[in-house]
T-cell receptor
Framework: AQKITQTQPGMFVQEKEAVTLDCTYD???????LFWYKQPSSGEMIFLIY??????QNATEGRYSLNFQKARKSANLVISASQLGDSAMYFC????????????FGKGTRLHILP | DTGVSQNPRHKITKRGQNVTFRCDPI?????LYWYRQTLGQGPEFLTY????????KSRLLSDRFSAERPKGSFSTLEIQRTEQGDSAMYLC???????????????FGPGTRLTVT
């Protein structure tokens, strides 16, 4: 079974609108961390936001927020007031446990911001 | 701080040749990771180091692949007898991890794109 599922292969959004990128995860470990990374066409992976499984509040970083619904195993990324520079691939990822340090990535969502 | 750097950025090689990639992590980071990313997929974990010790290797890492981090600073990833299926982007990342930390992130380099012809 896939550990990280991103069901939207591509999305088109009008500039300045908010956008939600979906992510569901699967783990039986009570301790885990969830990440979102952005990958522009240049190829580097840019860290956006982190949510720990024990964090009580949803993580926020500037225009990025993570809608964490633990019971549903959902960790959607919300980008407010989208900009043309937000066009990129977005990956949801998870680190399980406290000993294991590998990150498991989803297949990504390609976001296109339209002017 | 110059971030994580990788060299070369692009490598074209013929099937059967050996290739070596280098990764220089952020200077104070004690952990270094290698990932592989094929077209249309997310990165897949290959291996990681805590200082000079290689702590975990993925089953994806066949015996043709070897990684080292001899002095706990830079790392090399060597692929012997390359195959066309090895064509991918090889990403390196680093992080600073202290005992008990859980909320740390991995900083990625720009990657080395390998094409095996």
């Amino acid at each position: 079974a896939q550990k990280i599922t991103q069901t939207q292969p591509g999305m088109f959004v009008q500039e300045k609108e908010a956008v939600t990128l979906d992510c569901t995860y699967d783990t039986s470990d009570p301790s885990y961390g969830l990440f979102w990374y952005k990958q522009p066409s240049s190829g580097e992976m840019i860290f956006l936001i982190y949510q720990g499984s024990y964090d009580q509040q949803n993580a926020t970083e500037g225009r990025y927020s993570l809608n964490f619904q633990k019971a549903r195993k959902s960790a959607n990324l919300v980008i407010s007031a989208s900009q043309l520079g937000d066009s990129a691939m977005y990956f949801c990822a998870m680190r399980e446990g406290v000993q294991d340090d590998k990150i498991i990535f989803g297949k990504g969502t390609r976001l296109h911001i339209l002017p | 701080d110059t971030g994580v750097s990788q060299n070369p950025r692009h490598k074209i090689t013929k099937r059967g040749q050996n290739v070596t990639f280098r990764c220089d992590p952020i200077s104070e980071h004690n952990r270094l990771y290698w990932y592989r990313q094929t077209l249309g997929q997310g990165p897949e974990f290959l291996t990681y180091f805590q200082n000079e010790a290689q702590l975990e290797k993925s089953r994806l890492l066949s015996d043709r692949f070897s990684a080292e981090r001899p002095k706990g600073s830079f790392s090399t990833l060597e692929i012997q007898r390359t195959e066309q299926g090895d064509s991918a982007m090889y990403l390196c990342a680093s992080s600073l991890v202290k005992f008990g930390w859980t909320d740390y992130e991995q900083y990625f380099g720009p990657g080395t794109r390998l094409t095996v012809t």
